[in-house]
């Protein structure tokens, strides 16, 4: 039992701002509890009893599991794992001080990743103590360094470790955890899981299982809505999952088909078939990564609306029967069905259709017996008119704009439900300001169809965090981007008063945002942000199919100020070194510790390259005796003049270049320059000279070749084999998504070089083609 939000904590100075956890030996009254009074009088004879042993106390129907407060030297247990309430229905444990509520001091979280980090900040602030699992893979990961204590749970891959129920529940025996926070995907919508924490006597900080359960299996979460008056969509949710009853329902329901797993959420184990002609290989496809994803291959069909929005509303329930919405979220801008940007409220919603929204969500969330936090899914059409799609029976990835709208601790108010409390607030209490933009940042190539990345991040810097900009992540610069995990790196949140003040902040803050040592999507989400169809509101889940050209215009050449720029960076940067080298060496005369120009048997101009995309570029500098340059591009001389400067982690160039003056953050890592400013990003290359060049990322002629790091999942050919443009080759699971090869080329295969199960690294050649006349000439 935690003090209500906003009370005074009366108790004893050193167990302020910490779960209550009396000892026997020092009791004090208890605030609010009826049978404090009783239980004065009762102190001497708990001590006698739990002296011999005995458990209860005869006809009250009350009492404590001795065996373990003994061990304590407490009777402060949890009362999730309270014995005498597992054998006794449920009735009030004198340990647990009132019925139905729970002391949670200390909670484990069975995570990893920015959602870890958020749990332990919350439970830090609540006083709760954290503990943290991690793979192999995670050993120095940031929320390992978080939390008060962690265990490690096994290798990299999920399977072994984050999702080992058994693994998990048994750090929390040794931990001496009382709750298990499991925070998103993993375990989190695992009906198994929940139920053998609930056999362990161990609280799971989510619904119960039956409602995960229920909800979980789509076809079942589809007839009770239905039966609790939430309106569906038209499909096919039924237990005849052969492939002629699938095909037959999609021709009744009509192209274009969703094809669903019946189990799981993110984007995995989804496709749609636009023709019967392409239904039984994008029903084969959505199998294949349900089945690796959730282990479940079971399917439901639902008609595919166009163009539709994704509109979610945020719920909560507490043991005690209540239940309330927390207004809804737009989350209908995506790319391979995930979300990327999403926005609280949504945008041209009326307060009606708001609270019609929330009103059906809160007959969703009861008509399970819904505990905690859940989302509830709706499509939405141009008419505003909603579909129950599905609920996600954890807390999302994308709730902090609801925080941010609602100023309220999402994390906290689980804790409280899962401690016995009721609900923080009422309906009417619950109160709409402002407006709340979240970007995720994901480690990902746009330009390559979104192809998720692995790495170090090299360098990573953020806008300043504060009361309006929120940094959610769980990396810090120097750390990799694991290919066993999802490529997310962090989510920004901002809040303003209004939506066209919200989004202003977003773009101010996405420029502050600078990542070098793999690729990132924040460009791209610049791009979106910009972008005036979605200032105007006017999202859809067609969003970026449908825009596409205009987010992700050709690359362009970068402008001649800003390779001056680039050029300028670099010259500063070896004036650094040769000071240096001065300093160490002593000799203010060697011809080697200068860096103005002057060169024995060199003249004052400097002929310089720089790799801009797949072009060189030429550039002419000469040193002048005031110390700034004159640069030569093709016809164009630019005058260039500035300094370095450190400002924290992070250097700037001031700069000026032809008497404009701007201040780009400049990183020079290995062969490449970054140049970050207000008005976007530049990446620039040095050219490595061919002697000193080990390898390239062509490829072998004649092959087949790994988009990224992942395992193979299938392979479909073998030697000898003939096959044609287009053809299925393989298919790989990398960032837990499946990625299907295909043949570049009419041939014969050679060579498959890699067997299933087995890791290909980013480029590697996977199949190895015969050399035919065609391709030799």
């Known amino acids: 039992m935690l003090p209500a939000p906003g009370a005074t904590d009366n108790r004893p100075i050193g167990l302020r701002g910490t779960p209550l956890r009396p000892h026997l030996g020092s009791y004090w009254p208890l605030r609010d509890c009826p049978v404090s009074d009783w239980l004065r009088s009762r102190v001497s004879l708990w001590k006698d009893r ?138 989190s919508e695992n009906t198994e899981f929940a139920e053998l924490c609930k056999q362990e006597g161990i609280i799971f900080i989510g619904p119960p299982s039956s409602a995960i359960r229920d909800m979980g299996i789509k076809s079942t979460s589809k007839t009770i809505m239905s039966a609790a008056g939430v ?61 690796k994803s959730f282990n479940d291959d079971a399917m439901l069909l639902e008609k595919f609306v166009d163009t539709p929005r994704h509109v979610e509303v945020q719920v909560f329930g507490d043991q005690h029967g209540n239940a309330v919405y927390l207004f809804e979220r737009d989350c209908s801008v995506q790319r391979r069905y995930q979300k990327i940007i999403e926005e609280a409220p949504g945008p041209g919603i009326d307060p009606e259709i708001r609270r019609r929204l929330g009103e059906a969500a809160v007959k969703a969330a009861k008509a399970v017996n819904y505990v905690g ?35 309220t601790d999402l994390v906290e108010w689980q804790l409280r439900i899962a401690s016995g409390e009721k ?23 746009p330009q390559d169809n979104f192809m998720p990345g692995a790495g170090p991040l090299v360098h990573l810097s953020t806008p300043p965090p504060g009361p309006s900009v929120r940094i959610e992540t769980g990396v810090r610069q120097g750390d990799e981007v694991s290919v066993h995990y999802d490529p997310m790196i962090a989510k920004l949140v901002v809040w303003a008063a209004d939506r066209q003040a919200a989004l202003k902040k977003l773009r101010y803050s996405l420029h502050q945002y600078s990542i070098t040592g793999l690729n990132t999507n924040i460009d791209f989400l610049l791009s979106l942000s910009r972008h005036p169809e979605f200032e105007a509101g006017n999202v859809h889940t067609d969003f970026i199919p ?73 550039i002419a500098v000469k040193y002048n005796r005031d110390g700034s340059y004159s640069m030569q591009i093709e016809d164009k001389t630019f005058e260039v003049l500035g300094d370095l400067c450190n400002e924290g982690d992070c250097t700037y160039l001031k700069c000026s270049v032809n008497g404009i003056v701007s201040k780009p953050k400049l990183i020079i890592s290995e062969s490449t ?26 490829g072998v002629q004649g092959s087949a070749l790994a988009p990224m790091t992942g395992t193979i999942e299938k392979v479909f050919v073998k030697a000898g084999d003939r096959v044609k443009t287009g053809d ?10 499946e990625h299907t090869i295909k043949s570049p080329k009419d041939g014969t295969i050679k060579k498959v070089l890699f067997k299933e199960g087995s890791q290909a690294c980013r480029h590697a050649s996977l199949i190895e083609f015969v050399e035919e006349e065609s391709d030799e000439a």
């Open 50 to 187: 739990l002296a011999r042993g005995r458990r209860g106390f005869g006809g009250l129907g009350v009492g404590w599991d001795c065996s373990e407060a003994s061990a304590l030297g407490t009777w402060g247990h949890s009362w999730g794992r309270c014995l005498w309430r597992r054998e006794n229905n449920g009735d009030i444990c004198l340990a647990c001080c009132c019925r139905g509520r729970s002391n949670i001091n200390k909670v484990l979280i069975a995570n990893r990743g920015e959602i870890a980090c958020r749990v332990i900040r919350t439970a830090r602030k609540m006083g709760v103590q954290s503990v943290a699992v991690y793979s192999e893979a995670d050993r120095n990961a940031m929320h390992v360094e978080m939390a008060d204590e962690a265990y490690s749970i096994g290798p990299a891959a999920s399977q072994q470790s984050y999702l080992s129920m058994e693994k998990i529940i048994q750090v929390a025996k040794v931990s001496a955890s009382q709750a298990i926070h499991p925070g998103y995907g993993f375990l």
């Open 373 to 407: 936090a859940g989302t509830v899914e709706f499509i939405m059409d141009s008419n505003h008119n909603f579909y129950f799609m599905e609920m996600n029976t954890r807390l999302q990835v994308e709730h902090p704009v609801t925080e941010m709208v609602t100023g």
């Open 546 to 618: 449908q825009h596409y050209h205009d987010l992700l215009p050709p690359p362009s050449a970068t402008a001649k100020e800003v390779l001056c720029q680039a050029v300028l960076g670099l010259l500063l940067q070896e004036k650094v070194v040769t000071n240096a080298f001065r300093l160490q060496t002593e000799d203010q005369v060697s011809p080697f510790a200068s860096s103005s120009g002057r060169r024995l048997n060199f003249s004052h101009t400097r002929n310089m390259t720089l790799q801009d995309g797949k072009n060189k570029v030429a």
């Open 728 to 737: 299925i080759l393989m298919v790989m699971i990398a960032m837990k998504m």
């Open 231 to 291: 309106p569906v969509i038209e499909g096919y949710h039924g237990e005849d999952q052969s492939d002629q009853c699938l095909k037959e329902h999609a021709g009744r329901i009509g192209y274009p088909v969703m094809i669903k797993a019946i189990r799981g959420g993110g984007g995995k184990g989804m496709r749609i078939a636009r023709s019967e002609e392409e239904f039984q290989e994008q029903l084969e496809s959505a199998r294949r990564e349900a089945k």
């Open 673 to 698: 320059i970054y140049l970050f400013s207000m008005g976007g990003s530049a990446q620039i290359g040095i050219p490595v000279p061919k002697y000193l060049s080990s390898a390239h990322t062509e």
């Open 423 to 445: 609900l923080p607030l009422s309906q009417e209490e619950i109160r709409l300001k402002g407006h709340a933009f979240e970007a995720r940042i994901y480690a990902e190539d």
